[in-house]
C-alpha cells in the first residue's frame, strides 16, 4: 500500500525539522518527503490542513487489564483507544493476573498485541507477584521484551529490595520505575488537607509520596543506578527530583494530565472518577508540576490509564478503586493546559510524549528521514472538541473528564503500514 | 414555609434560614412529646426506611420513634458489614429497596459521601444519619436546639469541640452549623486528634483543655473512641483523661458558667466524670429528648417538601 500524505507540517525535533511538506510512504516505509507531489494512480492520497505530522506519540504508564481483569480493559480495547488519543506505542503495568513476571507472561501479551497499529511494550514486575519479597527474572523477561520493571501500584517494599533492583537492572540498562508511597502513611481516599478535613475522607499525607521519593533518589545515587519515578504529584517531590538531576543523578520522572489540570477542590462532589493514586492535590503542587514541566525537571507525560469496570466505580467513595481512563484526553490535556495556555512549546510537548519516553526506556525513536518506518501522530493544536465518554474506544468509562471542551487533538496516527484518521482506518 | 432542598445530607451548605425553620418546627414537636398521647398523623401513608450499615442504636430508636410520632410507616434495614461484601454491589441494594417504593432513606454509613452517592441513584428524599467521619446533621441540630434552650441565640456564643475531631462526624457538622448561625468555634484535642488545615475552616485551635473551659459558653464533649488507641492517637485513656478529661475540678475552677453537651454514649472516667455526666452543667439527657423532636421536624419537613 502507498500513501500520499499532504500539506503536513512536519516536527521532529530531534533532526531539528519544522516544515510543510508531503509525505509519500511506501509498505510502511518513508520514501519521499517533499513538497507538492504530484498525486498518482497508485497512490491513496489524503489531503491535510492546519495538521503538524511528528513523532508517533508513546504512553509509558498504561493499564491493560489483560490477563486477569478484562471486563474492564484488554489489549486490543487498550490498544484501540491509544490509536484514538493518538499513540502509536504504548508500555503496559504488570499489575495484572497473573502478574508480569515471568517471560511467558510478556511473551503472551506481545503475541496478543501483534498486528495492531499500536505497539505494546510490557513493563515486568520488579519483585515476583510485586509482594516485594523476591527479584523477579528481570533479564529473561527484558529478552522477551520486557522495556522496564516497576510493582506499579504499590512501592517496591523494602530499601534493600529497591537496591537489589537498581544494582540488577544495570545488566540490561532498563529503568526501575517506581510508584512512590510510603506504606505506613497511606490508607487513606484523598490528600489530606482541607479538602479531606471538610469532607470527612480519610486523607493521604502528601508526605507519603515524597518520603519513598527521596528514598529511591539516595538509593539511586549510591547504586548509581537507574530510576524513574511514576506519577509525580506534589512540589515537594518536583523539588526532590529537581535536586537529583542537578547531582547529576540517573533520575527522570513523569506525569499524568490530571495532575497538571486538577486539584483536590474537583472532589466536593464524592464523584469516585476523581478518586486516584497519588490523589488531585492543591493548587500549589499544580503549579510546581507545572514549573518541572517547563525546566525539565519532569521529562514525561503519562496517561496512567487505568481502566474500571461502572459496577466497581460505582460505589460507596471509600470503597471505589483508584484511577480514570485517560488514553483518549491526554493529548487534548496536554495541548490544552501547556501547550495552548503557552507553558510549553510544541517541540517541548513532543518530548515528553514521544522523544523522552522512548529514551528512558531504550527505545529507538522513530526519526521521520527517507527509509525509516513510518511512525507519526498527527495533531491539530488548536482543534476544539468536547470528550464524548459514550464514543470512547476504552471498554471503562471512568473519567472526570466527559463533555470537556477543550483545544487541540490528535487526530491520527500512523504506524504498522495502517493509517487511522479521525476515528478510522484509512 | 419549606426547606431549600429535599435531603439533609449535612450541614456544610444548609442555610441559616432552613436551620432555624428546622429549630423552629422542633419546639412545636417538643410539645407534642410532652402530651399525653405523643402522635400526629402528619406523615400518614409515608415510607420511610432507615438504613443502617453500622452499629447504631440511640440514633436509630431516636429516628424510629420520631417516625412513629408521626405515623409514617417504616422500615429497618441493619446490617453492620457493606453489602458489597455479600457479593451485592451497595447501588444494587439501593435500586431494590427503592423498587418497592419507599419514600425516604435515613441512612448511616461508615463511609463518608455515601447520602451524596445516595441522592445521585435514588430519587426519595435522603436524610444523613452520619456517614464516615464526614457529617452527623441532626445530631449538631439537636444540640444548637438545646444550647439556645439553655442560653438563648447562638450568634456569637463560643462553642468548643474537644477530643478525637479527626474521627467525628459530629464535629464537623457542629462546625458548619454553628458557623451559619454566627457561632465563635473552636476544638481541643491532642494534634494527633485535630485534622490537618481545620482552621482554615474558621476554628480556632486550643492545645489545654484549661483554656477552652475558660474561654468558651459552650464545650461540646466528643466520646474517645476506646479502639483510637491502636491507632497510636493518643498512648492511652488514662493520659487522655489526665490530660483532657472533663472534671468537676477543672469546670469549678476555670468556668463554674460553662455548658457541657455530649453526643454519647459516654465513656465515664475518660473524657468526662460521671459527676459532670450526671451534675448541673449537662444537657445530656435534654439533647436525647430534643432529639427526637429535631428529627419529627426534619421527617416533616421534607415528607411534606414540594419537590
Known amino acids: 500500500m502507498k500513501y500520499l500524505l499532504k500539506n503536513l507540517q512536519i516536527i521532529d525535533p530531534t533532526l531539528h525539522i519544522n516544515q510543510i511538506s508531503d509525505i509519500i510512504i511506501e509498505n510502511g516505509i518513508i520514501k519521499k518527503i517533499a513538497e507538492n507531489i504530484n498525486p498518482s494512480d497508485d497512490v491513496k492520497t489524503i489531503e491535510f490542513e492546519k495538521t503538524i505530522c511528528t513523532l508517533g506519540f508513546f504512553d509509558m504508564h498504561v493499564h491493560l487489564r489483560e490477563p486477569g481483569y478484562e471486563q474492564a480493559e484488554t489489549i486490543k480495547t487498550g490498544s484501540d483507544a491509544a490509536a484514538e488519543g493518538g499513540f502509536t506505542a504504548i508500555a503496559c503495568m504488570p499489575n495484572t493476573n497473573p502478574t508480569i513476571d515471568t517471560s511467558e507472561v510478556v511473551e503472551s501479551i506481545l503475541k496478543k498485541s501483534e498486528n495492531h497499529i499500536v505497539n505494546v511494550f510490557p513493563i515486568g514486575a520488579v519483585t515476583k507477584g510485586r509482594k ?110 529537581r535536586n537529583a538531576k542537578a547531582k547529576g543523578l540517573n533520575v527522570t520522572a513523569e506525569v499524568t494530565p490530571h495532575h497538571f489540570s486538577l486539584t483536590e477542590n474537583s472532589l466536593r462532589s464524592y464523584d469516585t472518577n476523581y478518586k486516584m493514586n497519588p490523589p488531585l492535590r492543591t493548587e500549589e503542587d499544580v503549579e510546581a508540576i507545572i514549573e518541572g514541566l517547563i525546566d525539565g525537571t519532569i521529562d514525561v507525560i503519562a496517561s496512567d490509564h487505568a481502566p474500571h469496570a461502572q459496577e466497581d466505580k460505582e460505589v460507596e467513595f471509600v470503597q471505589a478503586p483508584n484511577g480514570i481512563i485517560g488514553l483518549e484526553t491526554e493529548v487534548g490535556l496536554a495541548l490544552s493546559e501547556l501547550y495552548n495556555k503557552k507553558k510549553l512549546s510544541i517541540e517541548q510537548i513532543i518530548e515528553k510524549l514521544a522523544i523522552n519516553p522512548r529514551q528512558i526506556l531504550n527505545i529507538e525513536i522513530p526519526q521521520i528521514k527517507i527509509g525509516n518506518k513510518a511512525e507519526f501522530t498527527f495533531l491539530i493544536p488548536d482543534k476544539i472538541w468536547a470528550v464524548n465518554l459514550s464514543q470512547s474506544k476504552s471498554k471503562s468509562k471512568n473519567s472526570p473528564f466527559d463533555k470537556k471542551l477543550l483545544t487541540g487533538k490528535a487526530i491520527g496516527i500512523f504506524n504498522n503500514s495502517k493509517l487511522y484518521l479521525n476515528g478510522e482506518y484509512v | ?119 445521585r441513584i435514588s430519587n426519595a428524599n435522603i436524610i444523613n444519619a452520619g456517614d464516615g467521619r464526614h457529617e452527623h446533621p441532626t445530631q449538631a441540630l439537636l444540640d444548637f436546639f438545646s444550647i439556645e434552650e439553655k442560653l438563648g441565640k447562638l450568634s456569637g456564643k463560643n462553642v468548643c469541640i474537644v477530643g478525637d475531631v479527626s474521627h467525628s462526624r459530629v464535629a464537623l457538622s457542629n462546625i458548619f452549623g454553628l458557623q451559619t448561625l454566627g457561632a465563635n468555634v473552636s476544638v481541643c484535642g491532642p494534634a494527633t486528634m485535630i485534622p490537618r488545615n481545620i482552621e482554615k475552616l474558621g476554628v480556632k485551635i486550643y492545645q489545654k483543655v484549661e483554656d477552652a473551659i475558660r474561654r468558651n459558653d459552650v464545650l461540646n464533649v466528643l466520646r474517645i473512641q476506646l479502639e483510637r488507641e491502636a491507632g497510636g492517637g493518643i498512648p492511652n485513656v488514662n493520659e487522655y483523661h489526665k ?65
Open chain 2, 243 to 307: 490530660y483532657f478529661g472533663i472534671t468537676s475540678e477543672r469546670l469549678e475552677k476555670y468556668n463554674p458558667e460553662i455548658v457541657i453537651l455530649h453526643p454519647g454514649p459516654i465513656n465515664r472516667g475518660v473524657e468526662i466524670t460521671s459527676e459532670v455526666a450526671d451534675g448541673p452543667y449537662q444537657l445530656i439527657l435534654e439533647q436525647v429528648t430534643n432529639g427526637v423532636a429535631i428529627r419529627m421536624a426534619i421527617l416533616y419537613l421534607l415528607g411534606t417538601h414540594p419537590n
Open chain 1, 132 to 241: 516485594g519479597e523476591s527479584l523477579s527474572p528481570i533479564y529473561e523477561m527484558h529478552e522477551s521484551g520486557a522495556v522496564g520493571f516497576s510493582d506499579d501500584g504499590v512501592a517496591v517494599k523494602t530499601a534493600n529490595m529497591v537496591k537489589l533492583a537498581l544494582e540488577y537492572s544495570k545488566l540490561i540498562g532498563t529503568p526501575l520505575i517506581e510508584h512512590c508511597e510510603d506504606e505506613s502513611l497511606f490508607g487513606g481516599s484523598i490528600n489530606e488537607g482541607t479538602i479531606s478535613t471538610e469532607l470527612g475522607l480519610p486523607p493521604i499525607p502528601s508526605v507519603a509520596e515524597e518520603l519513598t521519593i527521596a528514598r529511591d533518589i539516595l538509593l539511586a545515587q549510591y547504586t548509581q543506578g537507574k530510576l524513574h519515578i511514576a506519577h509525580i504529584s506534589t512540589k515537594n517531590s518536583v523539588d526532590l527530583v
Open chain 2, 1 to 119: 414555609m419549606s426547606l431549600s432542598s429535599k435531603h439533609l445530607l449535612g450541614l456544610r451548605n444548609t442555610p441559616r434560614e432552613d436551620i432555624e425553620l428546622i429549630i423552629d418546627t422542633a419546639k412545636t414537636f417538643r410539645e407534642v412529646l410532652e402530651r399525653p398521647i405523643k402522635k400526629v398523623p402528619t406523615l400518614t401513608g409515608k415510607t420511610v426506611v432507615n438504613l443502617f450499615f453500622e452499629n447504631s442504636t440511640r440514633t436509630r430508636i431516636s429516628f424510629e420513634l420520631a417516625q412513629k410520632r408521626l405515623s409514617a410507616d417504616t422500615i429497618n434495614f441493619s446490617t453492620s458489614t457493606s453489602s458489597t461484601k455479600k457479593g451485592e454491589t451497595f447501588k444494587d441494594t439501593i435500586k431494590n429497596i427503592e423498587a418497592m417504593k419507599i419514600d425516604m432513606i435515613v441512612v448511616r454509613h461508615q463511609s463518608a459521601g455515601v447520602p451524596d452517592f445516595l441522592t
